[in-house]
């Protein structure tokens, strides 16, 4: 008895499971995603998906022969995003031409899509579609789609062509004697850049898309078996985790992925230069490219890349280290010097030199306000200047340049508001900042903050201050790589790129926080 | 703050000794009030009678290899016994850090801020020992590699800007004194300042290779012995008779640079450096503190093992659960090192009378007694074994 019921529960089940898999067939049939035999369903339905789009542009024709009537056929695309050449030459010239002459015996009865395909279609790329939402994806995203009488499948045929910036000099990074090109907002010209600069086949470019309504393209690169792989696991975790309407730039990813997200201080580097990327690629750390984004960025970041430029590896190695010790001088400087001016004139006025304090002490004579509020007014001004200046078109620019070297800081120490001493600093700090253009945001934050401090504490203050932002860079981690390396914790191997950059040949590792698979450089140098 | 384990390597735990010791070593004027112009030797017999407490540490850590002086009481002498010894430390930790934030608060009362109230001094000062501590003690330690290489340079380059002001015969005469004050002199720096080396015991299990311990421990001491007696040899060599009348030595040493006006007030720069190694001195202090307050009062194992991905946002909520003892600790430093001294001269006098006594308790006494009981304990579990 057990046994006949058993049975009859596995027929029951069979039973059960053919009905479920009918059901789920009508479904796909009734489906209104999916495309259908009929051409004038199809391109009624592509178009009221894509309804209001005043540029599709939608081309009928006919061609070849299924079952010796003419196929009738339909031609989507984007007007403004494809290469119309591309399309008559590629497309419609071989399907109405082509495949009517004589000598494409092969093709006399078109029995499938895959067919045209293979044997008609000259384009480089080409992929069957099914679904109305992949019809209207790969439109917009500048492919061409054939649709054709008789066939549920329609064609994607890659046909991309728009209007892009060619590839120029980079404006915010120059370059004297290192190569000139600059990235561009196409991602493929971008890759292709780090491509022909790094022609290894274990260059790994992974492909995503984030950003549910821009849908955009973005590239992971790393050089397997030299890059950390936990490294490259970790950022595409963190990069698979990203849940966000959309990505315009680069900085979009930024706060998603990094590691000290309400620091001053930037964790993920960023360049327009590819053969800086391709520099940071072979010390073992990850790129991300973003498409529409002329600038590629690198992880992980150490502070250390705050003051360090493409252009140090071309020149002399005694002048880089001297211009790596220079930038780092300029950073103090524009970091500590208001605060340190405010500190010696208010708290230690012992520590400066009696002819300098006579003169300081006559230069301020009369002056209004208390030193820190000099000073303080001093730098909102100078804020709002650089502000106005980077926000204003180029002609306007100038005028700020100069109602601000002049009016602000002539006029207003000939009427004894401000000392002069308290320009002069004010000056020598911003351009200072220039000196460290990528840690020029962190600069002005933390100068504020020893502002304070000096203001209350004099030099005690700042040094308190100092350490606090000493403590603070060195406890952010970028990707697991301690931020302060090679200093703090002290590496011997990286200290020979750091302030101090020894000639190339003897940079024999790669740094050692970024954890490479492949640690070894290059052969250690023939004895000299 | 989180605490933890398997961070640091032997050479960043030696320059932490290093910083740890120079906070206080760059403060030589209580020692050279006793022993004058022969200071200097005591720095090197000293070293070697902190040798002994060294000893005891090292030989517990090979008995009990990755565990701290908290765990080593609790295995030796059982939970209750042993945390009860435990507290002892404790009070010993906090006392340290009270009486070194006192310190600090004063010198800068006197130097650098003479109108300000010294509890907001202070109250900055544990400010910036707090927010380190917060950002986890593994920071400090790391940063302490760079700090001690800082000032050791700044030792060297003030050395080598005073010499021309440097008269050799202020060195004599040699060994004149009355025996005692040797002896006094020689257990002084070997209990207050070396011996304080004990608070690194509660720091071992963080290390990468726990069997370098030992040789840690003794080149931190033997190069901040080394530094001491250059610095001390150096004030001797430039104040003479005065050194024993100033309040810091080196300070007024470093007073006298001047080279061509533009070297000169070099002193604000070792205020600063003195200003820095003090936060890291503190800030090592609470920590052990909290250390010790978690492990005796906390049920499970507080520490946490080290994330390679540690500072990514997700993670870093995870382990933030401590109990608030940070806060707790750093708030009883501030109150006790308001506390700690009524007068200057009630401090001087402890200093020197008092202050050996009182460290040489929890520096040598107490450890020797567990060193014992352990070894007593292995005696007994051996025979044990040979009669099972």
């Known amino acids: ?528 | 703050m989180k605490l933890e384990r398997d961070s640091i390597s032997p050479n960043q735990f030696m320059f932490s000794i290093i910083c740890f010791m120079h906070a206080i070593v760059l403060r030589s004027g209580f020692i050279i009030s006793i022993t004058r112009q022969d200071s200097w030797i005591m720095s090197i017999t000293g070293f070697i009678f902190s040798l002994l407490p060294l000893g005891v540490y090292v030989a517990l850590m090979k008995n009990y290899p990755n565990k701290n002086l908290i765990e080593i009481n609790q295995a030796v002498f059982g939970k209750i016994v042993g945390n009860l010894i435990s507290l002892f430390y404790l009070f010993f930790f906090l006392s340290l850090a009270a009486l070194n934030t006192h310190d600090l608060g004063h010198f800068v009362l006197s130097y650098m801020l003479p109108e300000t109230p010294v509890a907001i001094i202070v109250l900055f000062f544990l400010g910036a020992c707090f927010y380190s501590l917060k950002k986890g003690v593994k920071n400090i330690m790391h940063l302490s590699t760079l700090i001690a290489f800082v000032t050791l340079i700044a030792m060297i380059i003030n050395s080598v800007l005073i010499a021309k002001d440097t008269h050799f015969e202020f060195i004599f005469p040699l060994l004149q004194l009355e025996p005692e004050k040797y002896v006094q002199g020689t257990v002084s720096i070997g209990a207050v300042v070396m011996g304080e080396v004990l608070v690194f015991t509660m720091l071992t299990p963080m290390l990468k290779n726990g069997k370098k311990v030992g040789k840690s421990l003794f080149f931190g001491m033997l190069i901040s012995t080394f530094s001491s007696v250059v610095v001390m040899i150096r004030n001797i060599l430039t104040l003479g008779p005065l050194v024993t009348v100033v309040t810091l030595p080196t300070f007024e040493s470093i007073r006298n640079v001047s080279l061509a006006d533009i070297f000169t007030r070099l002193e604000s720069i070792y205020a600063i450096l003195l200003v820095i190694l003090f936060v890291v001195r503190v800030s090592i202090l609470i920590y052990v503190s909290v250390l010790a307050m978690t492990q005796i009062f906390s049920k499970e194992s507080p520490i946490v093992p080290e994330l390679a991905y540690e500072n990514s946002p997700r993670e870093k909520k995870k382990h933030q659960n401590q109990p608030p003892f940070l806060l707790l600790t750093t708030a009883l430093t501030f109150f006790y090192s308001l506390i700690v001294f009524e007068s200057p001269i009630e401090n001087s006098h402890w200093g020197a009378t008092v202050a050996p006594f009182f460290s040489l308790t929890f520096e040598l006494l107490l450890p020797a007694i567990t060193l014992v009981a352990a070894i007593f304990r292995k005696i007994v579990s051996k025979k044990k074994e040979v009669n099972a």
């Open chain 1, 1 to 528: 008895m057990r046994f006949i019921s058993q049975i009859i529960h596995v027929i029951k089940k069979k039973q059960e499971k053919e009905i479920e898999t009918e059901e789920r067939a009508v479904d796909t049939h009734k489906n209104p995603n999916i495309l259908s035999k009929s051409l004038s369903r199809n391109i009624q339905s592509v178009q009221s998906v894509l309804v209001n789009s005043a540029d599709l542009v939608l081309r009928e024709f006919s061609f070849g022969k299924h079952q010796d009537t003419e196929i009738k056929a339909a031609l989507f695309f984007i007007d403004g995003m494809v290469n119309m050449q591309m399309i008559n030459d590629g497309i419609i010239k071989p399907l109405m031409h082509d495949s009517q002459s004589s000598h494409k015996k092969g093709v006399s009865d078109i029995a499938s899509l895959e067919e045209v395909k293979e044997k008609l279609l000259v384009s480089g790329e080409a992929k069957a579609v099914q679904t109305f939402n992949d019809i209207a994806l790969g439109c917009i995203s500048g492919n061409a789609i054939l649709l054709a009488e008789g066939f549920d499948k329609g064609l994607e045929i890659s046909v991309k062509g728009w209007q892009q910036r060619a590839v120029t000099e980079p404006t915010s990074e120059t370059s004297v004697r290192g190569p000139r090109e600059g990235f561009t907002e196409n991602i493929r010209t971008n890759t292709s850049m780090i491509r022909r600069k790094i022609k290894d086949p274990s260059l790994k470019i992974k492909a995503s898309t984030i950003g549910k309504r821009t849908q955009t393209l973005v590239n992971l690169i790393y050089i397997e078996g030299l890059a950390n792989p936990d490294l490259v696991h970790e950022v595409e975790s963190r990069m698979s985790q990203i849940d966000i309407d959309a990505v315009l730039a680069t900085s979009y990813l930024e706060p998603y992925i990094e590691d000290a997200p309400v620091s001053v201080f930037p964790t993920i580097w960023f360049s327009e230069k590819p053969d800086a990327v391709a520099g940071k690629l072979l010390e073992g750390r990850v790129a991300i490219a973003v498409d529409g984004a002329p600038f590629v960025m690198s992880m992980p970041m150490l502070f250390i890349e705050n003051f360090q430029s493409a252009e140090d590896y071309i020149k002399r190695s005694p002048y880089s280290t001297a211009m790596r010790i220079l930038r780092l001088i300029a950073f103090m400087i524009s970091v500590f010097m208001p605060a340190l001016y405010i500190a010696l004139s208010t708290y230690q006025q012992e520590l400066i030199p009696t002819t300098l304090l006579f003169t300081m002490a006559a230069s301020s004579e009369g002056v209004p306000f208390p030193v820190v509020v000099e000073m303080a007014l001093m730098m909102m001004i100078f804020e709002i200047l650089q502000e106005a200046g980077i926000r204003m078109p180029r002609p306007v620019g100038q005028t700020i340049s100069i109602v601000g070297a002049l009016v602000m800081g002539e006029a207003a120490v000939r009427a004894g508001l401000v000392g002069a001493p308290v320009v002069i600093v004010i000056a020598i700090t911003a351009v200072s900042s220039f000196a460290v253009p990528f840690a020029a945001d962190a600069v002005s934050l933390t100068r504020w903050f020893l502002l304070i401090m000096a203001s209350v504490m004099g030099t005690y203050g700042i040094t308190l201050g100092g350490f606090i932002l000493l403590v603070h860079l060195v406890s952010i981690r970028s990707f697991g790589s301690p931020y302060l390396a090679p200093l703090a914790p002290f590496q011997n191997a990286g200290i020979k790129d750091s302030f101090v950059r020894v000639p190339l040949d003897d940079m024999t590792k790669r740094p050692q926080s970024l954890k490479p698979q492949d640690v070894v450089r290059q052969a250690s140098p023939p004895s000299k």
